[in-house]
Nanobody
């Protein structure tokens, strides 16, 4: 069974940092491009970042570029999202996805999400 389990969310003040993790199981993690997608209350899903199979290529939405960094550890089957200088507009449910194509919100598998709230 394909599983993606996110963790690391929480509440943080503006300017703070969080590191999200995603544990993958049930498939060969290393052969899939992986993504982070977020969804704010009352809004549609928003693509955040992609990382290539080996981790050497990454893409970011303009809204997070320079603040967020995605990485992966294929030996541990884990995906990460380091989020720095967080802003209130980053508040959303963050999903780890096994993406169908770069820079999109389409996916073949998705976790249950982890909530990130940025508020003073």
């Amino acid at each position: 069974e394909v599983q993606l389990v996110e963790s690391g969310g929480g509440m943080v003040q503006p300017g703070g940092s969080l590191r999200l993790s995603c544990a993958a199981s049930g498939f060969i993690f290393s052969v899939y491009v992986m993504s982070w997608v977020r969804q704010a209350p009352g809004k549609g899903p928003e693509w955040v970042s992609d990382i290539s199979t080996g981790g050497g290529t990454t893409y970011y939405a303009d809204s997070v570029k320079g603040r967020f960094t995605t990485s992966r550890d294929n030996a541990k089957n884990e995906l990460y999202l380091q989020m720095n200088n967080l802003k209130p507009e980053d508040t959303a449910l963050y999903f780890c996805t096994r993406t169908l194509r770069y820079k999109s919100t389409s996916y073949s598998a998705r976790g249950q999400g982890t909530q990130v709230t940025v508020s003073s």
